[in-house]
């Protein structure tokens, strides 16, 4: 029962902080970040919210980054008011490397399609 109720409040966490970052952030910095993901601990005293951009670039990525951690009081603040918790989580904003390594999964076999065509 209690794995159900956090994998909801993730999901609810989820919603909200995409919605908060498309509609209330104004930071330059995070325009375009795709949250993907929330993983939340027991307690549900810590979120670490995973997210996604379409650069690459390390330089795009330390920028998010930081405007993310600067952002992270608006974003809290958003959730107190929209949630319903006890106590609104810490958060802690981790690049998903999982979109990436997709990605770079999808060019490779693309590559060897491009090989045999070429065979």
């Not at 980054?65 to 810490?90: C, F, M, N, S």
């Amino acid at each position: 029962m209690v794995k159900h109720r956090i994998g909801r409040v993730e999901q609810e966490v989820q919603k909200e902080v995409n919605d908060i970052l498309l509609k209330r952030a104004r930071d330059p910095r995070v325009q375009g970040v795709t949250v993907t993901g929330v993983e939340m601990t027991g307690d549900l005293q810590d979120a670490t919210i995973y997210y996604s951009i379409l650069s690459e670039k390390a330089s795009d990525v330390e920028k998010t980054q930081a405007g993310l951690d600067k952002a992270k009081g608006l974003i809290r603040r958003e959730l107190g008011q929209k949630l319903t918790l006890y106590k609104v989580p810490e958060l802690e904003f981790k690049q998903d490397q999982s979109v990436r390594y997709g990605e770079k999964i999808d060019k490779l076999i693309a590559k060897l399609h491009q090989d045999e065509a070429n065979r």
